[in-house]
C-alpha cells in the first residue's frame, strides 16, 4: 500500500508563495513505480478539482486557472512531486490533495494524501 504525505500548506497573504511537497512511501521501504502524479484542490460544496498533473516523463496539464502562476515538478528517485505556487488570490484558497497512479498489472490504482490546506488572505 502507497501512502503519500503532503505538505507545505499555509496561510498566505495575496499575491504570496507556497510550495507544497508530496512523498510518496511504501510498506517496509518497497520499490515501486508511480506513473502520473498530480494535485487536486477542493472548497466547501464543490466537487474536487485538477489544478495539474505531470506524467513520468515530465509532460504536465494545468488548469487554466493556475497557468503562469503555479509549476508542478517531480523527482522520481524520492516519489516525490512539488507544486511551486506564486502570485496566489483569494480564489486559490483550498484544501490540495496529492494524487499518484500506481501501476499494478493492467491497472493503475490512485492513491491520495491526505490534503493540505492553503488559505490566501487578500
Known amino acids: 500500500q502507497v501512502q503519500l504525505v503532503e505538505s507545505g500548506g499555509g496561510l498566505v497573504q495575496a499575491g504570496g508563495s507556497l510550495r507544497l511537497s508530496c512523498a510518496a512511501s511504501g510498506a517496509s521501504g518497497s520499490i515501486f513505480r508511480i506513473n502520473a502524479m498530480g494535485w487536486y484542490r477542493q472548497t466547501p460544496g464543490k466537487e474536487r478539482e485538477l489544478v495539474v498533473d505531470i506524467t513520468r516523463g515530465g509532460s504536465t496539464n494545468y488548469a487554466d486557472s493556475v497557468k503562469g502562476r503555479f509549476t508542478i515538478s517531480r523527482d522520481n528517485a524520492k516519489n516525490t512531486v512539488y507544486l511551486q505556487m506564486n502570485s496566489l488570490n483569494a480564489e486559490d484558497t483550498a484544501v490540495y490533495y496529492c494524487?499518484?497512479?500506481?501501476?499494478?498489472?493492467?491497472?493503475?490504482?490512485?492513491?491520495w494524501g491526505q490534503g493540505t490546506q492553503v488559505t490566501v488572505s487578500s
Open positions: 494524487a499518484a497512479d500506481i501501476p499494478r498489472g493492467l491497472r493503475e490504482i490512485r492513491s
